[in-house]
C-alpha cells in the first residue's frame, strides 16, 4: 500500500431533528477515533448555512491506517449501524495531499 497520508472529507445531511443525537454518538466517535495508532486528525465542522450539514474531516498516516479505522468496533457500532441511518446522504472522498 501506498505510505502517503490519507485525508478523509465525508459531506452529511442529517435527517431533520436529528442533529443532536448526530453529534452526540460522533463525540464518542470522535474520542475513540484520535486514540487509534495511525490517526493524525479527526474533526468535524457544521454549515453555517445549514446546521444539518456536517463535514467531517481526518487525517491517517497512510491506506493501512485508514482500512484499521473502518475495521475498529467503535466505526462499525457508533458510525455505521447507529449515525449512517440518520443521515439522508453522506459522501465520502479520499485525499492526498499536493501541496
Known amino acids: 500500500m501506498d505510505q502517503k497520508n490519507v485525508f478523509v ?11 443532536d443525537i448526530v453529534l452526540q ?3 464518542e ?4 477515533s484520535v486514540q487509534e495508532e495511525g490517526n493524525l486528525l479527526y474533526t468535524l465542522h457544521q454549515s453555517q448555512e ?24 467503535h466505526y462499525k457500532t457508533i458510525v455505521l449501524e447507529q449515525v449512517v441511518p440518520l443521515l439522508e446522504n453522506r459522501e465520502v472522498i479520499l485525499m492526498n495531499r499536493l501541496f
Open 9 to 19: 472529507h465525508a459531506k452529511w445531511q442529517v435527517k431533520e431533528g436529528k442533529l
Open 25 to 27: 454518538l460522533m463525540k
Open 29 to 32: 466517535a470522535r474520542e475513540k
Open 50 to 73: 445549514d446546521q444539518n450539514t456536517i463535514i467531517l474531516y481526518e487525517g491517517y498516516v497512510d491506506a493501512n491506517a485508514v482500512e484499521m479505522h473502518r475495521n475498529s468496533e
